[in-house]
């Protein structure tokens, strides 16, 4: 049942998202994307994978005893969301290298994955996307 709810959720989110997007103004340059393009294949994504996840909600059996709460799983998930929050509390200020490594690489201990791959994939990510954005781009992050 909580497939279900959850696939239909994330297929209302997904409407809302491309709404949204469509109410974007549209580019002053005839050879660049608009500026909903990016949110409206999201949209598309979200719109898609929650009909995906809600179709096999409704398939499946029922089974029992999986609704128990799991006390190490419930404090990591606060761990995250308090993660989340500290990053967009730190967003604009500081350095985004920074900022962007340490949440990334927190997230993973939280996670339970090793030190050293942890540290590396970060620092892969965080610099491969400030790449991303500042020369192909051209976006000034923080």
């Known amino acids: 049942m909580a497939d279900i709810l959850f696939g239909v959720f994330t297929v209302v989110l997904g ?8 109410r974007l103004p549209t580019g002053v340059l005839t050879f660049a994307l608009n500026p909903g ?6 949209a598309a994504g979200l719109i898609i994978l929650g009909a995906i996840l809600a179709y ?4 499946s059996k029922p089974t029992y005893g999986e609704g128990k709460l799991n006390k190490e799983l419930g ?9 989340v929050f500290l990053y967009l509390i730190l ?6 290298l920074l900022n962007t490594l340490v949440f990334l690489f927190f997230s993973q201990l939280i996670m339970k994955y090793r030190v050293l791959p942890s540290l590396l994939s970060s620092t892969i990510i965080t610099f491969l996307t400030w790449i991303l954005f500042t020369q192909a781009f051209k976006v000034h992050l923080f």
């Open 91 to 96: 967003w604009g200020r500081g350095s985004f």
């Open 56 to 59: 096999q909600g409704w398939k």
């Open 15 to 22: 409407i809302v998202l491309y709404w949204g997007a469509n």
């Open 37 to 42: 393009f990016f949110p409206k294949i999201v």
């Open 75 to 83: 404090l990591r998930l606060g761990a995250l969301l308090g993660l």
